[in-house]
């Protein structure tokens, strides 16, 4: 076993970090394919932890999506798992298609949002 700053230079280059990333697909994929994915990160997390879990995790995708962020923030810190990298890519590409990037030019200052507030209206000639 290396040094702690040689593990984390492996591991940039495991997750190639000072490449561009490029996304494989447009992310969408079918509720079939999700919730396969959602089931094996589940796997590699439950048998990481070392913990016996049965028939706890509904079959409902929120509590899978729930438990999978759990297990993510007790998670020890050590070198992941290449499946688990790939199944965590996999769902968070899902979650990133379904939502819009936001734009700085496309949000409204909130004093135009909300012109009657006094408080907010102070502030008009700080633009």
């Known amino acids: 076993m290396g040094s702690p700053l040689h593990d984390l230079i492996q591991y940039r280059d495991l997750i190639r970090l000072d490449e561009l990333y490029r996304a494989e697909t447009d992310g969408l994929f079918s509720e079939e394919k999700l919730d396969k994915t959602m089931e094996i990160l589940l796997e590699i997390l439950i048998r990481e932890a070392g913990i016996f879990i049965t028939n706890i995790i509904s079959d409902d995708p929120a509590d899978k999506r729930r438990a999978i962020r759990s297990l993510l923030n007790v998670r020890l810190p050590a070198a992941p798992d290449k499946r688990l990298i790939y199944y965590i890519d996999t769902l968070l590409q899902h979650e990133l ?21 006094s408080t907010l209206g102070m502030r008009k000639g700080l633009k």
């Not at 990037?101 to 909130?110: E, T, W």
Request: glycine share 0%; charged share 20%.
């Open 97 to 117: 298609a379904q939502k819009r990037i936001v734009n700085a030019q496309d949000i409204s200052p909130v004093f135009e949002c909300f012109p009657n507030n």
